[in-house]
């Protein structure tokens, strides 16, 4: 007896905006979820009157017209959730110069244009790069036969192109300014990787994905966006099972044909999604055996994304010093040597943070006449320090030191602070390492290269950020609705 049309194990955005859109085709979508809530990465928590956001602070696409206000739009959930656009996006502090980052590409380029007026046209070119790849990237049919290069290169000629290539790369093709090209850089920090690691398809995702729509947040809490989603979900029929681990997913003449949770319920379902962690899925879930040998190796040598430390701090009084809520703060021009210390294991002495202050754009993230603050470091999963109380406090110590240079009086301000490492994003998510973005969008993990939707193993398929077109939210509706496409249509021609 089947249990459901579909089953999806986790409830992260990517599988919401899935069931979502199956379930509005009529089929009967069962979600089965770990936590007790949904949202993945995508999650808010609360102590002592201040809110947090786990991760998500900005967002990309969910202006007038962006992919995420038009599912959202779709799920009838406009009059539900609002956004509040962040414009100027973010504000970058290098020692004696700051640069304010517009959320509008034109304003962006004329600012750096002023700012390097012989690289003018170099800076457009780059810009129309990205834009083109975005947009061919954007139009790839959901089922691409990805092994057929012929149609790629006629039909998708930049995509094809750069394919292999880093933005390095694309940079040096364009421009020649070292401190013009850090800049125009700095965005690959949202991969976690340097110019020279992140693919220029990944950069056309993370770049595009925000300038072409905006870049905004939640207002109240983000984790208001899963929560409306999951109220939608069940409207049109959906069933979300939350504390329900899945351990298996059950092969029968190698085909999935359901779950195993743990605690021994079975159930059926005549297609599976995953919107967990790829390895997990095919090495514990799946199982070795039931997966050809090329793709298990594949697996073995993909590479996840770094994660974060951060540690989000409840602080007395108003931050007037900051005029932007989204801050980044270096202490030299270089990017390179951080990415070789998070390479060694380490964080390096004077790395650059993040500084947010989440409470000057939601206000009711903390009580009357106080505020939130959210500093954070790239992370690597396997720290030489440890992820322990010592290396935790020194890590707090360090962000809270360099941020007291801009935010005065800060130590003695704190009134809760809360620390999270790459083990805590592990644990509440199942990512392994804590990756934060899925498989780290260097070339050959990305753009046509990345992990498929669709599995070697008939009626399995992926979601989010471990398949395409990649990490961040705008990413993984894009991935929710492809996925819910290919099976849509397996499903109305009897494929599967
Ligand atoms: C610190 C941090 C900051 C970020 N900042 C931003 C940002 O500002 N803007 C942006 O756009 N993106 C940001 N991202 C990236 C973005 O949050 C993720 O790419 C995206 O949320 C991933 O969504 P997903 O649906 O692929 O999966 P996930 O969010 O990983 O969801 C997977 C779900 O599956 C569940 N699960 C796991 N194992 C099982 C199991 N066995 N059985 C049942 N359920 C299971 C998990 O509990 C989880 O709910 C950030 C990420 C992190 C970690």
Known sequence: MLDSDVIIIGAGIAGLTCGCLLA???????????????????????????????????????????????????????????FIPLEPAREYHFPGQRIIQSSHLETHIETLSTLFPKERRGIEQIYKVLRKIFDEYSQLPSSL?????????????????YKEKTFEQLLDEHVSNPFLKMILSIRSSYALLPPEEISVVGMAGIEMSYFNHGVSCVRGVVEDL??????????????????????????????????????????????????IDARTTFFTLVGENHFPSSYRSKLKGM????????????????????????????????????????????????????????????????????????????????????????????LSQYLIERASTIIPNLKKRVLIKIETTPLTIERWTGNHEGAAYGWAQIPGQSGIHRLPRITPIPNLFLTGHWTSPGGGIAAVVASGELTAEVIGSRLERGEV
């Open 145 to 161: 036969d990805w092994f057929n290069p012929t149609s790629l290169s006629s039909q998708y000629p930049l995509l094809f192109h």
């Open 226 to 275: 899963p929560l409306k989603m999951g109220y939608a979900f069940e409207k049109m029929g959906g069933k979300i099972v939350p504390k329900e681990e899945v351990e298996k997913i059950l092969i029968e003449n190698k085909r999935a044909i359901g779950t195993r949770s743990v605690g021994g319920q079975e159930y059926r379902g005549r297609v599976v999604v995953s919107n």
């Open 24 to 82: 509005q085709k009529g089929l009967r979508v069962l979600i089965f979820e770990k936590n007790q809530k949904m949202g993945g990465c995508c999650t808010s928590f609360q102590k002592e009157g201040f809110s947090f956001d786990l991760s998500v602070q900005s967002l990309g696409e969910c202006q007038e017209g962006g992919r995420i206000w038009k599912l959202i739009k779709r799920l009838g959930l406009l009059d539900h959730l609002h």
């Open 303 to 394: 590479r996840p994304s770094y994660s974060y430390f951060i540690l989000y701090l409840g602080i007395e009084g108003e931050v007037e010093e900051l005029p932007v809520s989204n801050n980044e703060i270096f202490s030299d021009r270089e990017l390179s040597k951080e990415y070789q210390s998070l390479r060694d294991h380490r964080i390096l002495e004077g790395a650059p943070f993040y500084l947010l202050v989440p409470s000057k754009v939601n206000p009711s993230h903390a009580p009357r006449g106080k505020s939130t603050l959210c500093l954070s470091l790239k992370a690597p999963y396997e720290f030489e320090e440890g992820w322990n109380q010592r290396g935790v406090r020194r």
